[in-house]
């Protein structure tokens, strides 16, 4: 499928749905504590998303790959949650849990999606649960540093590549891995759009970014080997390693002036 171009207004648009997002974030900062059970970050989450005029949509939600049930197989579960909470060796696409209490010296990273006047905001955030380590929080900082770098190369003329390897250059230059298998995407009316954009140095990944294009852009970064694993609800998955992974995302829309961030 070809990359659609946004126009200016609808850029307006998929701003204000990221706007919402990171006011969401703002307001759970509070809560993330130990003690709070992900289930009910997800249910302050929700609240305040329609409160705004907006829904979450994760719940509910199939990838694209999945929604065709081949014979022999179950049904891909749709996603029971508004938002993932992905807590410490949980890579991404964490379920939220009324079991799953966060403790002091946890991370935990919240993924949230929502539409707003039919479009998308995404976004996600690697909160501390209170201290953590120092190799913790090493962790933290350079995913940050691994998405600004990522933004920074996210310029007209450049390619997709230039992305993807200056994110994988910092993230391993820490002593850092990045997962391979889960990537930024395109995103406008639908969650999932065209360009993939891969976190790492792909050749292949040739793409010239021209303004008008809109993706994500969210490395995931693991303190330990860049392996993943999937638990058997199908969604949640983890490092191999049991180490930790941090994750950060903004929504970027290319200009002619070089990204501007859409969820801030």
């Known amino acids: 499928m070809p990359v659609t171009l946004k126009s200016q207004q609808q850029i307006e648009m998929l701003r204000a749905a990221g706007h919402l997002v990171r006011e969401t974030f703002e307001m759970l900062r509070d809560y993330v504590r130990p003690g709070v059970t992900t289930a009910e970050l997800d249910a302050i989450a929700e609240e305040f998303i329609r409160r705004h005029g907006a829904e979450p949509v994760y719940k509910g939600y199939i990838p694209p790959g999945h929604r065709t049930v081949r014979r022999g197989e179950p049904p891909f579960p749709p996603f029971p949650g508004s938002i993932c909470a992905s807590v410490n060796d949980v890579i991404c696409h964490g379920i939220p849990s009324p079991r799953i209490k966060l403790r002091q010296g946890d991370i935990i990273g919240v993924d949230i999606g929502l539409r707003l006047n039919g479009w998308i905001g995404d976004a996600c955030v690697t909160y501390p649960v209170g201290q953590v380590d120092a190799r913790t929080q090493k962790l933290l900082e350079t995913t940050q540093e691994c998405l600004r770098r990522g933004i920074e190369q996210a310029r007209p003329g450049n390619s997709l590549r230039d992305v993807g390897a200056a994110i994988q250059r910092?993230?391993?230059?820490?002593?850092?891995?990045v997962v391979r298998e889960y990537t930024g995407h395109g995103l406008g009316r639908n969650l999932h759009e065209e360009p993939t954009v891969l976190h790492y140095d792909e050749p292949k990944a040739t793409l010239r970014l021209r303004p008008g294009m809109v993706f994500t852009i969210e490395p995931m970064v693991n303190a330990g080997k860049p392996g993943t694993k999937s638990d058997p609800?199908?969604?949640?998955?983890?490092?191999a390693d049991g180490s930790r992974s941090a994750q950060f995302e903004h929504t970027i829309a290319i200009t002619e002036d070089g990204p501007i961030l859409l969820t801030v």
């Open 170 to 177: 910092h993230a391993e230059s820490q002593g850092f891995s």
């Open 233 to 239: 609800d199908r969604w949640t998955v983890r490092t």
